[in-house]
Nanobody
Framework: QVQFVESGGGLVQFGGSLRLSCTASGFPFSIASMSWYRQAPGKARELVARINARGEDRNYADSVKGRFTISRDNAKNTVYLQMNSLKLDDTAVYYC??????????WGRGTQVTVSA
């Protein structure tokens, strides 16, 4: 059973930083691309960042480029999202999932990130 457990969210002031973690299970993590998504209230879920299996290739949404960094630890089945210079528009529930272009149908509970002025 594919599972994702996200953590690390919270309330942070504008310009602050957070580091999100996602531990995955139920599939061979070390050969899977991984992605972070987010969903803000009233908006569709959007892809934020993705990383290939060996961590050599990374992509970012234009809105977070230069501020967010995705990384992974295959020994821990964990993918991270370092978020710096946070903006009000970064407020959302953040999710991770397997895959480069198409996520699985399994979604975790996500972790809430709230940026305050």
């Amino acid at each position: 059973q594919v599972q994702f457990v996200e953590s690390g969210g919270g309330l942070v002031q504008f310009g602050g930083s957070l580091r999100l973690s996602c531990t995955a299970s139920g599939f061979p993590f070390s050969i899977a691309s991984m992605s972070w998504y987010r969903q803000a209230p009233g908006k569709a879920r959007e892809l934020v960042a993705r990383i290939n299996a060996r961590g050599e290739d990374r992509n970012y949404a234009d809105s977070v480029k230069g501020r967010f960094t995705i990384s992974r630890d295959n020994a821990k089945n964990t993918v991270y999202l370092q978020m710096n210079s946070l903006k009000l528009d970064d407020t959302a529930v953040y999710y991770c999932n397997q895959g480069w272009t198409t996520p699985t149908d399994s979604w975790g509970r996500g972790t809430q990130v709230t940026v305050s002025a």
